[in-house]
């Protein structure tokens, strides 16, 4: 990955965290665009002094290879946000070679972002389109490039209703988190047929179950808890055994050309028939340019 330039969302923390970490060790570098800034270079601070550690202990002291960090801020809950990111990714960065779009909220209250969207369809499906629309122009002219959606199997259980997409009619955080990640998928089918011949690829993933601070707005009765915890260390992934798939499609020689398609465990899978629904896929993407302000 030397001489490539990666852009993460939320790579402050948990699956992002340890994709950043992975891949500025394989001598990229990586611009980690979190929504708080403070945390984000307390975070990049602490990488820094694992890979002079690494660096130190290795084979050649001192000679690591590893890359560059870089903390952006960029809020996904905020489309003005992701227009100001974007204005200056395209105005520092002459090239983008991998985005990886990772960032997600997991079943919180009901809230609305900035815009007035429901949190979870705003943050983890239209702020990641909007971002992914502005910064089209940069991945073509750096290809051979690529995008790597990360979604869930928990996709399976969402449904895009076209008549209540921000969840005003009724809210389940649970349906509504399992929506945002068939959106995701939706997504990534459309965006890889609109990219045909382009040599940009995209693909979408799941990391499996990790232990990450996602699940932060999940109650867990305290007695139960001592029990959760113990569950989920013997069966949960870790963040580095989760962000796997995330590395391998941003990296790996292997899917070089391959896209639109699922990945888990850093093998293809297959999906549900309504993740492979083009009219829909085509819906979501037309009514999504209008809600994020591409199309008016």
């Not at 007695?223 to 989760?242: C, D, H, I, Q, Y």
């Amino acid at each position: 990955m030397h001489g490539k330039t990666v852009l993460i969302t939320g790579a402050n923390s948990g699956l992002g965290r340890a994709t950043a970490a992975e891949l500025v060790r394989l001598g990229a570098r990586v611009i980690m665009g979190c929504r708080d800034r403070a945390r984000a270079e307390e975070a990049a601070g602490q990488l820094r002094r694992e890979l002079r550690q690494d660096a130190e202990c290795g084979p050649e002291p001192g000679v690591g290879g590893a890359g560059e960090l870089i903390v952006r801020e960029l809020d996904l809950a905020s489309l003005r946000s992701v227009r100001a990111f974007c204005q200056e990714m395209l105005q520092e960065e002459p090239r983008l070679d991998v985005l990886i779009n990772n960032a997600g909220i997991f079943q919180c209250p009901y809230m609305k972002t900035e815009d007035g969207f429901e949190m979870q369809f705003g943050v983890n499906h239209l702020g990641h389109f909007l971002l992914t629309n502005l910064l089209l122009g940069l991945l073509k002219s750096s290809a051979p490039s690529r995008i790597v959606v990360v979604s869930s199997k928990l996709y399976k259980y969402g449904d895009i209703n076209f008549d209540d997409l921000n969840s005003e009619q009724s809210y389940n955080k649970s349906f509504c988190y399992s929506r945002s990640k068939l959106a995701n998928i939706l997504f990534t089918r459309e965006l890889a047929r609109r990219l045909e011949g382009t040599n940009v690829t995209v693909n979408v993933l799941h990391p499996g179950i990790v232990r990450t601070n996602l699940g932060r707005h999940i109650h867990i009765p305290l007695l139960v808890r001592p029990l959760f915890n113990l569950v989920s260390w013997a069966f949960f992934k870790t963040p580095v055994e989760g962000a796997q798939t995330s590395i391998y499609l941003a990296s790996s020689p292997e899917v070089e050309g391959v896209s639109g398609r699922y990945f888990g465990d850093c093998k293809e899978e297959e999906l549900l028939p309504k993740a492979v629904d083009e009219s829909v896929a085509r819906k979501l993407w037309d009514i999504s340019e209008v809600m994020v302000g591409l199309l008016k």
